[in-house]
């Protein structure tokens, strides 16, 4: 069992037998040499691939607001429409020539219209920027202003971690579609020390179901001299994640670098379940953390037949389980 500042949680009674025979194993494990190019690579690719990864959702780009060319402003008095004054034509049809012909363009009228069509084309694009604007400062109304507080505790989280009605507006939330949900949701996270992801309800339900047959895992994290194995451990609606050396030091105390929390409470109104990551040691990066998430998602969940016999495998027989396999399978990142 894993625990954090905040958390502790018992351990089954085959979970804790299979505490006991990793614990066996880990001499082994602890002085293994795998192979580091490949799984470098391989952690790289994930890091790139995770704002990408299906179901969670990805996060936000940045929007930057079109700038304003001053020079077209004194233009606009010498058009309506596309057409050009004569008074002014007249007065200053040499100098507009010239200023014509510097841009490219035969005649005052076709430089002209080409400045006014330039210019609603910025004005369009900075009305669509404001909307934009207007939209991601509702989102954010969205998450700052919390619910009202609720007595009901979703079951899988513990009392001590805040209910997602403490953290977000539900209500608000209630208004938008499951992948805007997510956005938001990624959004309101980006800033903060940790991860982040929105998925379906089929996934979180598949995620629960093995993860109850299946709690414990372990993961590589790649390092300049080789890989660094982390132990997983899944109960309820957390996942924690601590260095396999630490639990070998300190084992049912050792402390959890990486925890995540899914919230359901949206999952049979909107399809949506959303996930928060904390990041609880500093020496655990955010791209460590996002790896960690992937590679669960793919033990778990979305990846091969290979992939998850090795979870089985490690609950089943730990004898026969095969450190190298892991580090193997993440190479294919199938």
């Known amino acids: 069992m894993m625990t954090s500042a905040r958390t502790a949680h018992s351990v089954s009674v085959a979970g804790a037998a299979v505490h006991r025979r990793v614990l066996a194993l880990l001499p082994a494990a602890a002085t293994a040499r795998p192979r580091t190019t490949t799984v470098a690579a391989a952690a790289a690719a994930t890091t790139m691939r995770w704002r990408n ?10 929007h930057s607001s079109p700038y304003n060319n001053g020079f077209l402003q004194p233009l606009r008095s010498l058009t309506t429409g596309t057409s050009v004054s004569s008074e002014h034509l007249e007065k200053y049809s040499t100098k507009l020539l010239e200023k014509a012909k510097s841009k490219g363009y035969n005649t005052v009228e076709e430089f002209v219209a080409a400045t006014a069509a330039e210019e609603s084309a910025k004005r369009h694009a900075t009305r669509a920027a404001r909307q934009e604007a207007a939209k991601n400062e509702a989102a954010k109304e969205a998450l700052s202003l919390k619910s009202p ?24 939330l209630r208004s938008e579609s499951p ?27 598949k995620l629960r179901e093995r993860g109850k047959k299946y709690p414990l895992f372990i993961l590589p994290v790649p390092r300049n001299d080789g890989v660094e194995f982390f132990f997983m451990q899944i109960s309820g609606h957390q996942i924690f994640y601590t ?7 300190h084992r049912e105390s050792a402390r959890a670098h990486l925890v995540l929390n899914h919230y359901d409470d949206l999952g049979e109104e909107k399809d949506v379940v959303l996930m928060a990551g904390d990041i609880l040691v500093e020496t655990l990066t955010p791209e460590d953390a996002r790896l960690l998430v992937y590679q669960t998602q793919l033990f778990y969940v979305t ?7 090795l979870v089985e495998t490690f609950h089943s027989n730990p004898a026969a389980f095969d450190f190298q396999a892991v580090i193997d399978e993440m190479e294919k990142l199938d």
């Open 179 to 205: 992948e805007r949900i997510g956005q938001i949701w990624n959004e309101f996270h980006a800033t903060k020390a940790g991860v982040s992801g929105a998925m379906d309800k089929q996934f979180f339900a």
């Open 243 to 249: 260095p396999l050396l630490e639990y070998k030091l």
């Open 303 to 309: 990846g091969t037949d290979r992939k998850q016999r």
């Open 149 to 172: 507080p609720s007595d009901s505790r979703r079951e899988g989280l513990p009392a001590d971690v805040k209910t997602l009605d403490n953290i977000v507006n539900v209500e608000l």
């Open 53 to 62: 990864v299906k179901p969670f959702a990805s996060f936000a780009g940045d």
